[in-house]
């Protein structure tokens, strides 16, 4: 690494980079390639001899860019954001350049010193209690603190397998074939990957059906009346995973009852905001947090709607014994004076793997750049384009509003009445209705002017417009809007021919 070379070419990066989110609006936003695409013109073979970074650039032009979809593009309103920043992106590539491995204290001390300082102050917007924070706070639960992970389903992984030790050393291991997981029809798909991983069969995943009038969240007394279920089955219920804001429709579970029954049964708490937790540094939201405090454990992803690049998911324990008891390790090879004498934190064992990124260093710059007043705005104006986009669908009766807008993404579609009306119903009138909806999204997308995507709720196709890429303005909402209607009309005259 010859540190001239590595500074003109970096500075070239930088201006490339520079160069794309000034021209990414000509992009289309979801990348429009077939697949099998790179194969036939990328080389099967590594090249023998050294080639240069310039003409590495002009094929990165030419053949990846048609092969990106532009999560930066101000017009990407499809699944969550990624949202970037400058701060998230200088951050990163500090830490990409010291390129340490903090798998614990005395391999990198700011790496993890920092991530604890990061995390706590992160804990303190979002105002959880402090027994979720590290100590030295004045705090009276002790053994609380947070860790930065890559996503959600590691932390969810990770809290499960705390969870499921935690139990097991109480119940004996023989036990474990009684241990049950409860989620709601709309926890992200990924908890039931990581119960399946931590060895919870599909038999004992409980998902409890929500509904439209509970605005899809998870009601209480449904839970409630699972576990008594389960326990007269003689099982043993170990594990729920709360949503703020889930994946479909944003919907919030209630924090407090459902953690009011997760202490009377003894059940580990996860509380999964991975889009809506960044939410909740303004006060507006904090209602949403209400009860916390009985809840084991709290992620979210910070990559998401936190101005920090892929990928840094925070999670927040706190009995911290716990996660450390189901995850530490202790080789020789990594045997030293600080870990043995107790008195610093090693990140190895609150996580999956044993290397890690110091990905605390682009948390902390997106933090110290923007400070909290800032942060509260940006997230504020994302919602306030979505309140404004839901006032453009108010105007045109074509549409209807699906459920309830809670933060920066506004679920829609086209009115039953309207294709019915229009329409010839080969199908039943719901298939019709969804088929129609579907073939706006597809003729939308394949515009490449936007990209949004849908999701499936009762039966009922929607559509999901999510704001929150940080180049998105109101003037991108408005045009939005106008191609969703030009398609909508497209579709509509063709329909009635
Ligand atoms: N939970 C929710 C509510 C999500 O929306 C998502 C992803 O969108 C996830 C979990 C999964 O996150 P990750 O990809 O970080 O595992």
């Not at 998230?88 to 990409?96: C, I, P, T």
């Not at 700011?110 to 604890?116: F, H, P």
């Amino acid at each position: 690494l010859d540190p001239e070379e590595f500074r003109r070419q970096g500075h070239k990066i930088v201006n490339f980079l520079a160069d794309y989110y000034q021209n990414i609006e000509q992009y289309p936003v979801c990348s429009q390639v077939k697949p099998g695409y790179l194969q036939k013109i990328i080389p099967n073979s590594a090249p023998n001899n050294p080639e240069l970074l310039e003409k590495i650039l002009q094929d990165v032009k030419r053949d990846i860019i048609p092969g990106i979809t532009h999560w930066q593009s101000p017009n990407f309103f499809a699944y969550f954001p990624s949202s970037g920043s400058t701060a998230g992106f200088l951050g990163e590539m500090l830490s990409v350049g010291f390129n340490v491995v903090g798998f614990n204290w005395i391999s990198s001390p700011a790496a993890t010193e920092l991530e604890s300082i990061v995390i706590n102050w992160f804990g303190k917007m979002l105002n959880l209690p402090n027994c979720f924070l590290f100590s030295g706070d004045g705090d009276g639960c002790g053994g609380g603190g947070g860790v930065l992970q890559g996503t959600t389903c590691e932390a969810m992984l990770c809290t499960i397998v705390a969870a499921r030790d935690q139990m097991l050393r109480k119940i004996g291991r023989e036990n474990f074939g009684k241990l049950v997981v409860y989620a709601s029809d709309q926890t992200h798909f990924s908890l039931n990957k990581a119960a399946h991983i931590a060895g919870i069969d599909s038999e004992n995943f409980r998902v409890i059906p929500t509904t439209k009038a509970d605005e899809y969240a998870l009601c209480p007394k449904s839970l409630r009346l699972a576990i008594l279920n389960d326990i007269k089955e003689g099982k043993v219920p170990l594990f729920l995973c709360a949503t703020i804001g889930t994946t479909s429709t944003t919907s919030v579970d209630p924090l407090r009852p459902l953690c009011e029954i997760g202490k009377e049964f003894g059940i580990w708490i996860h509380v999964d905001a991975a889009y809506a937790g960044s939410a909740c540094i303004c006060p507006e939201f904090q209602l949403f947090l209400d009860g916390v405090e009985n809840a084991n454990s709290f992620s979210l992803n910070a990559h998401k709607w936190f101005f920090s690049t892929l990928d840094c998911c925070c999670l927040w324990v706190k009995d911290s014994i716990a996660l450390t008891k189901a995850l530490s390790t202790n080789p020789e090879c990594l045997r030293n004076k600080a870990s043995e004498l107790n008195q610093v934190i090693d990140y190895k064992d609150w996580q999956i793997s044993l290397s890690r990124r110091f990905r605390a260093l682009k948390l902390w710059l997106v933090l110290r750049s923007y400070g909290v007043t800032n942060l509260r705005n940006l997230i504020t104006s994302h919602v306030n384009m979505a309140k404004h986009f839901e006032g453009l669908i108010a105007m045109d009766t074509r549409f209807e509003i699906f459920v309830p807008r809670k933060f920066a993404m506004v679920c829609f579609r086209i009115s039953p009445s309207i294709i019915i009306s229009q329409v010839s119903t080969k199908f039943g009138h719901e298939e019709e209705v969804n088929k129609f909806n579907a073939k706006l999204v597809e003729s939308i997308n394949s515009s490449g002017k936007l990209y949004l995507t849908h999701g499936v709720v009762g039966g009922t196709y929607f559509i999901r417009f999510a704001i929150g890429a940080s180049l998105t303005h109101y003037r991108h909402v408005d045009i939005a809007w106008k191609v969703i209607q030009d398609h909508a009309n497209a579709l509509l005259n063709q329909s009635s021919v």
